[in-house]
Structures are given as structure tokens and as C-alpha cells.
Nanobody, 119 residues
Framework: QVQLVESGGGLVQAGDSLRLSCAASVRTFRTYIMGWFRQAPGKEREFVAQIGVSVGTTYYADSVKGRFTISRDNAKNTLYLQMNSLKPEDTAVYYC????????????WGQGTQVTVSS
């Protein structure tokens, strides 16, 4: 069973950077498509970024393109989200995601980590 544990959230000011991490308990992590989602208060969970199993296969929401970078370290079974030029509208709980099979759609979620950006 896949388990995901996020870390790295916190309270920052607008323009600051944060790096989120997601530790995955799965032996074949390198074969799993991974993603980041977020949910702001009163809003639905939304897609942020996705990374495939091949180098260079990344996708981003338009709202974060050019500011956020998703990456993975297969040797450490860890997914990252580097967030630069943070804005107050980036405030949300951020969730790491994958699936039971490693493919799509995502159906396995971490517990989330809070990111708060003050203006």
C-alpha cells in the first residue's frame, strides 16, 4: 500500500520561496506518476503540477507555471515542489498524490502540508 507524507510547509511573506517534500513508501517509486494538488479554504482541490516517470515529462497549472518546479529523487523515494515568488493566493493545504497502480488517475493522497503566504 502506498503511503505519502508531505513536509516543508510554513508561513512566508509574498515573494519568498518554499520547498515541499513528499516521502513515498513504495519500492518502485521511479515507476509512479506523481503530482501536487492544493486546496484553499472554501475552494475545491485543484491540480498544481505532475511529473511522469520519464525525464522532462512535467505539467503545471497555468497559475504556477514559471514559479513552481516539480522534481523527483528516485533514489530517495521523494517528490519535491520548489515554490518561488509566492503570492497570497498560493495559500492552501498542499497534497502529494499518486495512485495505487502508479498510473492515472490519482487516488492516493498524503495528509497535506499548510502553506500560508502573507502580503
Amino acid at each position: 500500500q502506498v503511503q505519502l507524507v508531505e513536509s516543508g510547509g510554513g508561513l512566508v511573506q509574498a515573494g519568498d520561496s518554499l520547498r515541499l517534500s513528499c516521502a513515498a513508501s513504495v519500492r518502485t517509486f521511479r515507476t509512479y506518476i506523481m503530482g501536487w494538488f492544493r486546496q484553499a479554504p472554501g475552494k475545491e482541490r485543484e491540480f498544481v503540477a505532475q511529473i511522469g516517470v520519464s525525464v522532462g515529462t512535467t505539467y503545471y497549472a497555468d497559475s504556477v507555471k514559471g514559479r513552481f518546479t516539480i522534481s523527483r529523487d528516485n533514489a530517495k523515494n521523494t517528490l519535491y515542489l520548489q515554490m518561488n515568488s509566492l503570492k497570497p493566493e498560493d495559500t492552501a493545504v498542499y497534497y502529494c498524490a499518486t495512485s495505487v497502480t502508479g498510473g492515472l488517475p490519482f487516488n492516493v493522497w498524503g495528509q497535506g502540508t499548510q502553506v500560508t503566504v502573507s502580503s
